[in-house]
């Protein structure tokens, strides 16, 4: 899951969850559940560092997700 992703993230680079991606963006992004680099990248506009850090991995594991 993207909250398990997350987690394992944070513990790699000793940081709190948080800092990967918060819960509220977190939980927007498993909502909308986006299917391209440019609907992830719009929903993480107000974050840019974020996207550009863990868009990839993000649009990686909810594709893996979906089983496609």
């Known amino acids: 899951s993207l909250k398990n992703w997350r987690k394992n993230k944070a513990n790699d680079i000793g940081v709190e969850s948080d800092v990967?991606?918060?819960?509220?963006?977190?939980?927007?992004?498993?909502?909308?559940?986006?299917?391209?680099?440019?609907e992830?990248?719009?929903?993480?506009?107000?974050?840019?560092?974020?996207?550009n850090k863990y868009g990839i991995e993000i649009l990686e594991l909810l594709y893996n997700l979906e089983g496609l």
Do not use: A, C, G, Q
Not at 20 to 37: A, Q, V
Not at 40 to 51: A, N
């Open 20 to 38: 990967i991606l918060p819960k509220d963006l977190i939980d927007i992004i498993s909502t909308t559940n986006p299917h391209s680099n440019e």
């Open 40 to 51: 992830l990248k719009t929903i993480m506009l107000e974050v840019p560092y974020r996207f």
